[in-house]
Structure formats: C-alpha cells, structure tokens
T-cell receptor, first 115, second 116 residues
C-alpha cells in the first residue's frame, strides 16, 4: 500500500522568498514520485517526477525536488517565488511496473504569494 | 490541440436525478480515468479504463458507472445523485502503463457538480 502526506494545507510566502512544500510518502515498493500543479479553475499538470537515477529532479517554472529515501521525502522547492506560482500543489506516488491508475495523491497544499 | 475536454463544466442536480459527464481526448491515449476532488482530500480515483470496452473500479466507485465504447471517450454516470456526490470531477488520460509508466496524466479542466 502507498500513501502520501503533504505537511501544511496552506503555505504563504513573500514574492522573491524561498518556496518549500513538504511531501512524505509511504511505499512498499520503490516509489515513483510526482508533483502536480493546479492553477485556479484548471486541471492538474505535471510539474516534475522522480522514477530512477538522479535524486534531484528539475521541473518546469524553476521548481525542483529531491528524493530522500532515508527520510521518505520528496519536498518541492523554488529559490525565488513569483506571483504566478500561486496555485495548489499535489504530491503523488506510485511504483515501477504499476499503471498510472495506481497514483495516490496527497491532499494538496495551497501556495499563496504575498506582494 | 484540445487535449482532454470535459462537458459540461457546471451542473446543478436535485437529489435522485441522473446525469452523465462526458470526457473526450484526442491524444490516442489507451488509459482514461475519472477522479473526484474534494477540499482537503486531494484526488480520489473513481473508475478507470485501460482500453476501449474495458472499465475497472478505483478507490471510490460506489454510486457511479462508466462506459468506454470508443477509445477517445469515457463517460461517467450518476444514476441517482446524492448530496455526497457534490464535487469537482476530473477526467484524465495517459499512455499505456506498466513498464512504460511515466505517471504523467493529462487532465481536463474539471466539471463542477452540485447536488441539492
């Protein structure tokens, strides 16, 4: 069984500040990890993913995440927040040789950017 | 390129009424999914399909039915709507999974359903 916990349902940062969104997972198989972003009144879109290989992965819009097996974490970061980053972010987990239908989503973190 | 299109985008129903949500994708994806999104609960999988003519239950299938008569379309039906089914429904599609699984789902813009 797999599960995802996102710490903090709401995160607020100032424009230009560091963005850190936390995600911890539980998985009985080697995890595939994903971050999705949902802008207001839109569907979700893939921000970045980790499957195998390099543990630091870079995504769109300057975001990156690091897979830390020992901490069962996949936190999302961006060095400098922009107003356009305001959205809801979802962490998700599945496993190798599992279909995308096995994706388990976290409850989401709403990111607010203050001018 | 339309991607994944959902209709209708908004609907208000009375308890006991029925309705169908339509999802259409133009990317020739094999897999299609219906999710519901509720505040503080993320996305939960209702039903999915691994190909034309096939459907399978997800995490929260009760009260819903689906059909995949054509590869590009995936229908979600509510036979007798209940207030607990008030939610935002998302359709998604993906390439074949298994070894080719990249986990990337392509989502529609959502359908907001209110059941009174």
């Amino acid at each position: 069984a797999q599960s995802v916990t996102q710490l903090g349902s709401h995160v607020s940062v100032s424009e230009g500040a560091l963005v850190l969104l936390r995600c911890n997972y539980s998985s009985s198989v080697p995890p595939y990890l994903f971050w999705y972003v949902q802008y207001p009144n839109q569907g979700l879109q893939l921000l970045l993913k980790y499957t195998t290989g390099a543990t630091l992965v870079k995504g769109i819009n300057g975001f990156e995440a690091e897979f830390k097996k020992s901490e069962t974490s996949f936190h999302l970061t961006k060095p400098s927040a922009h107003m356009s980053d305001a959205a809801e972010y979802f962490c998700a987990v599945s496993g190798p040789f599992q279909g995308a239908q096995k994706l388990v989503f976290g409850q989401g973190t709403r990111l607010t950017i203050n001018p | 390129n339309a991607g994944v299109t959902q209709t209708p985008k908004f609907r208000v129903l009375k308890t006991g009424q029925s309705m169908t949500l339509l999802c259409a994708q133009d990317m020739n994806h094999e897999y299609m999914y219906w999710y519901r999104q509720d505040p503080g609960m993320g996305l939960r999988l209702i039903h999915y399909s691994v190909g034309e003519g096939t459907t399978a239950k997800g995490e929260v299938p009760d009260g819903y039915n689906v059909s995949r008569l054509k590869k590009q379309n995936f229908l979600l039906g509510l036979e007798s709507a209940a207030p607990s089914q008030t939610s935002v429904y998302f359709c998604a599609s993906s390439w074949t999974s298994g070894r080719a699984n990249t986990g990337e789902l392509f989502f529609g813009e959502g359908s907001r359903l209110t059941v009174l």
